[in-house]
Every structure is written in C-alpha cells, then in structure tokens.
C-alpha cells in the first residue's frame, strides 16, 4: 500500500459485558484503528456496550454501524451519541443507515429510508450545536427540540451506510463519512466511489472530504472453503438485499441461483437461504466478502486499498474450528503484515 489504510473491527452486543470489556482491550492492543458496533436485532444496547468499552479502552475510535431514524427518534440518538462521545473523549463515529432487522418484531415501517437519513443527519447535527429545532420533515418531526446540555463536541463525524446509488450519493452530499457494506471486489468499490463522487460534486465538494469505511464479512482459515462456508448465508442476504444494483457493480449471477431466487421470490426465509447458500459460487462469495487463506485475503485487501478506501473494517464469522477472535487476531498479526510487506 502507498498509504496506510486503517483497520476496524466490527460486533454486535453478543457478548457479556465482562467479556467484552476483555476484547476490547484486547482489539486496541492489538493496533487496530476503530471498533465499530451495530445497532441491530435484540442485541445488548449499542450505547452501553459503547460506554462500557469506552471505559476499558484508551486510545481505539469507537463508531456505531448503525443505527437508524425509526427505531429511535433521532433526538434521543443524538442525547446518546454526545454523552457516549463525552464520556470516550471525543472518539465517537456515529452511522446512520436504514436499518432492516429489527423493525419487522416492532412493528415499524421503513417510509423514504433517503429521506429519512437525510432529516436525521441534519436534526442531530442541529442539536449537537445547541440549537433549538423545529422540524417537520417527510418522515421526521422534531417540536422545539433542544438538549438539555452543552454537548462537549458539536461536530461528530456522521457516517452514512449504504450500497444503493442514492443513499452512496447522498453520503457524498452531506456526510463525513461513508460505510460502504459488503462489496470487497474492485468494480463494487469502484460502483461505490462513483456513487459518491457523483454526490460530492452535486454538493461542490471535493470527493477526497469523505472517509470511505469498507465494511466487509470477514473470515480466514488455512482451510479456504471452511472461510467460504462461515459467510456464505450473510453472501445471499447481501445479494438479496442488492438485486437492483447487481449489474452496476459486476455481479453476474450463475442461471441456476437466479432461477432459485426468482422461484422463491428472492425470499430470506431461513430454508430458503440455507439452499441458496448451497448454490453460491466462489468467485461470487469474493466479491462480497473477505474470505480464505492469509494469503488470499491479503491480496484482496491490496485490491481495496488501491482503490481509495481509507478503512476496512471486518466483521468477524468463525469458520468450523475456530472463533472469531482468532479471525481477527490472525487479520491483523498475519493478514495486515503479509500487505505491507507487499
């Protein structure tokens, strides 16, 4: 690499308290950059886990990955993001996404998810400078809103997660940062940069000003296909999920995966993406996900780096045998040293 690229982790509240206090030292000690927890399904709160880390660490970024306008209204993530950066001392990123896996239980829906992540970008910035808001947006309403204290730092970097072509080019309007999920190919990240150059320009500003995280499944072994295996049903949600953008960012298919998806309706029943998983083939898990030996995954992140990306974040899946600590102890003691030496 001709820059040094960062290096994130990315959990979720699975973990006792206890045990995560431990890995997160543990993840700081080792060198890397930010660690990055999601605010999803009915894990442990994101903001206690936050404290609590930012408590036994010292020095690592902290960053949620994400959270969403609907399941909390962005007044209270706003309240929460500022004491948590507080508290860390100022080393908060905060994620804003559409979200998607915890709605459906509460009974909530997703109007203009575009929308929405631009009203709540523009609400919590608003607050965190003291102001007063009035809001009536097309999703959001904030009635002479204000907090109830001074927040220490009213400029929190505010990352947008996307993959679809207005929300990456909305990242590139208004956002310090874009998460750019699951795509780890050269022409996905390619898609993406596009996507955010081109709303960069809308906004007149220089595309360079957005940090751009790859936020990537993440699982190596010396046993490749065992690495395969361990992403392979996260592989069929994300291609679920991109169907729209799959000729956009070089993602062709095999007919007899296509035939089964539209067969079932491109459904994410738990049986019917356990028989997709069956189908995928290799080159199709590569390009959305960091999968295989050391060796394989260093030349992947070599692709990735050269094409602008600031941070690579991994999200962690154990393959058979393993765990994903030791996924992310061998990414950043075998995986990142094999790149450099590069």
């Known amino acids: 690499m001709t820059t040094r690229v960062r290096t994130g982790v990315g959990l979720f509240g699975d973990l006792p308290l206890a045990e995560l206090a431990r ?28 404290s609590h880390v930012a408590h036994a660490t010292e020095r690592i ?15 209270l993530t706003a309240v929460a993001a500022a004491s948590v950066d507080e508290l860390s001392g100022h080393r908060l990123k905060l994620g804003i996404g559409a979200g998607g896996s915890n709605h459906g239980p509460l009974g909530i829906s997703r109007p203009r998810p575009r929308t929405a992540i631009k009203e709540m970008t523009e609400v919590v910035r608003r607050l ?30 505010v990352y947008i997660a996307a993959r679809g072509p207005e929300t990456l080019k909305l990242a590139g309007q208004i956002a ?38 790859a936020w990537i499944y993440t699982s190596i072994s010396d046993d490749a296909a065992a690495a395969r ?39 994410q029943a738990i049986d019917v993406v356990d028989e ?10 590569d390009q959305l996900s960091l999968t295989g030996t050391v060796r394989e995954v260093a030349g992947k992140i070599e692709q990735i780096a050269a094409s602008g990306v ?5 999200l962690p899946f154990a393959p058979v045998g393993s765990s994903k600590m030791e996924v992310v102890r061998r990414f950043q003691r075998e995986v990142v040293p094999a790149l450099n030496a590069g």
């Not at 997709?276 to 898990?285: E, F, G, N, T, Y």
Request: glycine content about 8%; aromatic content about 8%; proline content about 4%.
């Open 176 to 213: 310090d940062g874009a998460i750019i999920g699951a795509l780890s190919s050269e022409s996905g990240i390619r898609y993406a940069k596009r996507q955010i150059a081109a709303g960069a320009a809308l906004a007149g500003r220089d595309a360079d000003e957005v940090d751009v995280v």
């Open 276 to 285: 997709a998983a069956k189908l995928l083939p290799q080159h199709i898990v």
């Open 23 to 50: 890995t997160a030292r543990e993840i700081e000690d080792m060198g890397y950059d930010d660690l990055w927890f999601g605010d999803e399904r009915f894990y442990r709160d994101v903001y206690v886990c936050l």
């Open 310 to 314: 600031r941070e690579i974040a991994v």
């Open 61 to 75: 970024g902290l960053g949620v990955s994400v959270t969403n306008p609907y399941t909390r209204h962005p007044a």
């Open 128 to 157: 965190w400078r003291g102001e007063e808001v009035d809001f009536h947006g097309k999703v959001i309403e904030l009635h002479a809103g204000r907090l109830d204290f001074v927040p220490e730092h009213a400029d929190i970097p």
């Open 229 to 267: 295996a361990a992403v392979a049903r996260l592989v069929v949600n994300s291609l679920q999920n991109s169907r729209d953008i799959l000729e956009q960012i070089g993602l062709e298919l095999p007919q007899d995966l296509r035939d089964f998806f539209e067969r079932t309706g491109w459904s």
